[in-house]
């Protein structure tokens, strides 16, 4: 086996063409650039790359694209769900052969399982794939894993290396690590759940695959620096501007659409995705834009819109810093004494 998977793993957006297929030469562009911001790994087919609205030869596709791309200098986790056990080995069998470190597999959808059939369902494919598997935790889309399940797989099948958990919650990832680091201190503890990458690791968890580093690759591959070598306080405050960002992508717009939009001010032609929308929201793109066009350039990764951008309002640690600063000020020339 390769070594533990861990770090900031970016999944991949796809770039469209006008008639809604693959842009290639595009893609393979966006790929370079993460790789070249610093991402430390590339998870195409997950639910940021749209992989329920494409078809398994697209998935095939895109999987083989990124692999090529990567050339060994980064690891691919190729997000390999299928409708059933069989396509989902198949699928497993052609990527470890393109060459992907490990499969992300999410848990059965569409049907609400019981945990007894979600283990039978993962333990199927742990015994018949070639590859490492990292369980795909999103119960708001798929039955969830809970943690007994998650142990049980963890400790019967060393073929299963890690898990994507996009839940969100910190206490559920703190037994997670609680109940399997101690056994398999080799397992990966990843989130998908990018406004609480901070805290996550403050716990012991080993990285992120998060959609935002489609847009900020560098802030969030920072973020995963300044919390490696824990320097919390200054994580929080970054954690705090990559919130605001994902926030704006994630609730003003259908996802991923809003994730599309960032990447398109990063200067690439992602296209539209898969999903029709609505005049109303279509017209929705425009005020986005602008708002993140002011939040990127305020991070010095863009331009300024040519239309500006309204006064920002300070924040605590802004005004602390101000008032520090003029105090500081007024001591050097005296006037602070004077006044006493």
């Known amino acids: 086996m390769a070594g533990k998977i861990e770090g900031i793993l970016t999944p991949t957006l796809v770039a469209l063409d006008a008639s809604g297929q693959i842009n290639e030469a595009e893609y393979r562009r966006f790929l370079n650039w993460l790789i070249d911001s610093g991402v430390h790994g590339l998870y195409p087919n997950g639910s940021t790359g749209e992989f329920t609205r494409l078809t398994a030869e697209e998935r095939r596709r895109i999987a083989k694209i990124t692999c090529e791309e990567a050339r060994g200098r980064v690891p691919v986790l190729a997000g390999a769900a299928e409708a059933n056990t069989r396509e989902t080995i198949r699928a497993c069998e052609t990527y470890h052969e393109y060459g992907a470190r490990a499969v992300a597999i999410v848990s059965p959808i569409y049907y609400r399982l019981a945990p007894d059939s979600v283990y039978a369902y993962f333990a199927e494919i742990a015994q018949n794939v070639p590859i490492d598997v990292t369980l795909y ?17 963890a ?7 890690g898990i994507k958990d996009s ?13 399997i680091r101690p056994s398999r201190p080799d397992f990966s503890f990843l989130t998908g759940w990018d406004v609480v990458l901070t805290p996550m690791m403050m716990t012991g968890c080993d990285g992120g695959t998060n959609a935002t580093s489609n847009v900020v690759p560098e802030l969030t591959r920072k973020l995963y620096d300044l919390n490696r070598t824990g320097r919390f306080d200054e994580a929080m405050k970054l954690q705090y501007r990559i919130q605001e960002l994902f926030d704006h992508m994630l609730f003003q717009y259908e996802f991923p659409d809003g994730f599309r939009l960032g990447a398109e001010l990063r200067g690439f032609k992602m296209g539209r995705g898969r999903q029709p929308l609505t005049p109303k929201q279509e017209a929705a793109k425009k005020s986005l834009g602008g708002i993140l066009g002011c939040l990127l350039s305020s991070n010095d990764l863009i331009a300024p819109p040519a239309a500006g951008c309204a006064p920002k309002s300070i924040g605590r640690d802004d005004l602390e810093a101000i008032v520090s600063k003029v105090l500081n ?11 006493r």
Do not use: C, H, Q
């Open 137 to 153: 935790n999103i119960p708001l889309f798929a039955s969830p894993i809970d943690l007994a399940t998650i142990t049980r797989l």
């Open 155 to 161: 400790n019967d099948y060393p073929r299963i290396v």
């Open 167 to 179: 839940s969100g919650d910190v206490a559920f990832m703190m037994r997670m690590i609680a109940a």
């Open 329 to 339: 000020e007024l001591e050097r020339k005296g006037d602070l004494w004077k006044t």
